[in-house]
């Protein structure tokens, strides 16, 4: 076998199927006319798809298959049966809980006061205390100011109060 | 195209272009059948039974089990089929493709069972082969290569094997095989010329 042989490999198991056609048939005929080897090898592949092939669906089989859509039809519409009273089922079985839950809650609390666990306060309260006024002023910086004025006579508040005394000549 | 209706009900509505006559009459029959119409389901089954058995027999011990084999496909691919309606359009469903897919699927697995394994393939066809039944040397010699073959074929690699049987017993061509098998026409045909060569060995080996 030559390249080309080896090239033209996968055309001829495919020709051997018979799938194939158009310019990859006649390029593979063309070759085939010179190429004894890749004769015998085409004839070898059909032999084994030959070999391959089933026998030809029988009597037996045939008969089987006349039942088949309503086979097929009977075993879809019976899970379907099958499926929706599972459904209907876990719909039941759900109510029915619901309903249990319903009705014992009342009674567990009633029996169980003590599991009630309260919720936390959220932040711990602290009582409002009346502030001492005296503390507050002494601590006030408004106070300060006033006092520093009077003391040392530069604050701003001064400058403008004394450009209004010279202004006004009081 | 069937889409969720009034209630849960797919309605059927007529779309243009995007596909094939075949496919669209064997969307309008799924759809029907989804509405209730149990003639459409049979007509449904009744196309695709041939394809379907050709796949699945080669797995078989009987004729029974290979129907049993081919039901379970259809009702598999009618459920998911069902289900994919629920979600999306009708377009969405390739059914002739899933049909495949999943008789191709069913049969790997009745194949991965070890009992049916070691049976000869195709038991299902015994009537027809006691029948003709072969009398001269020549013959037999040839019904005895021919039951290699057939058990080799078991032995191949899973992709070789798909796309052999698709092409030999559905009789699909290369380009719906890679369709089906959602790969290249090329790589399909790759595969079915290996699957050949390894039968070759596999058989010259195991001859006497």
């Known amino acids: 076998m030559n390249r080309e042989c080896r090239e033209l490999e996968v055309m001829r198991t495919t020709a051997a199927a018979g799938d194939l056609s158009g310019e990859e048939a006649a390029r593979l005929e063309a070759h085939l006319v010179a190429c004894v080897a890749c004769r015998e090898a085409l004839a070898r592949d059909r032999e084994m798809i030959d070999l391959v092939r089933l026998p030809p669906v029988g009597a037996t089989e045939s008969l089987l298959l006349a039942d088949l859509p309503a086979r097929t039809l009977s075993a879809l519409k019976r899970r379907e049966r099958r499926r929706g009273l599972f459904r209907r089922y876990l719909a039941g079985a759900a109510v029915a809980a619901a309903m249990v839950l319903a009705l014992l809650t009342p009674a567990v609390l009633r029996n169980h006061p003590s599991r009630i666990i309260p919720a936390p306060p959220a932040a711990t309260e602290v009582a409002w205390q009346e502030p001492d006024l005296d503390t507050l002023w002494s601590e006030s910086a408004v106070l300060d100011s006033s006092t520093g004025s009077s003391s040392t006579g530069s604050t701003i508040s001064d400058a403008v109060l004394d450009a209004y005394d010279e202004g006004t000549g009081i | ?208």
């Open chain 2, 1 to 208: 195209m069937a889409n969720e209706g009034d209630g849960d009900r797919p309605v059927l509505r007529v779309v243009t272009g995007g596909s094939t006559r075949g496919h669209r009459e064997e969307e309008a029959l799924l759809a029907a059948f989804l509405v209730g119409d149990d003639e459409a389901f049979g007509t449904l089954v009744r196309r695709h039974e041939k394809l379907v058995l050709s796949l699945v027999r080669r797995y078989a011990r009987t004729p029974e089990d290979a129907r049993d084999l081919a039901q379970r496909a259809f009702l598999r691919a009618f459920e998911a089929a069902r289900r994919t309606l629920r979600r999306g359009p009708l377009g969405a469903v390739p059914f002739r493709r899933w049909l495949i897919r999943i008789a191709v699927n069913l049969a790997k697995n009745h194949a991965r069972d070890a009992a049916r394994f070691r049976m000869v393939p195709v038991e299902a066809v015994g009537e027809e082969r006691l029948a003709s039944a072969p009398s001269g040397t020549a013959e037999l010699e040839r019904a005895e290569r021919r039951e290699r073959v057939r058990r080799a074929v078991l032995q191949l690699p899973r992709r070789q094997r798909e796309v052999l049987t698709l092409r030999v017993d559905g009789e699909l061509s290369f380009s719906e095989i890679a369709e089906a098998l959602k790969t290249t026409e090329n790589a399909a045909r790759v595969n079915f010329h290996h699957a050949l060569q390894r039968l070759k060995t596999l058989t010259q080996e195991d001859s006497p």
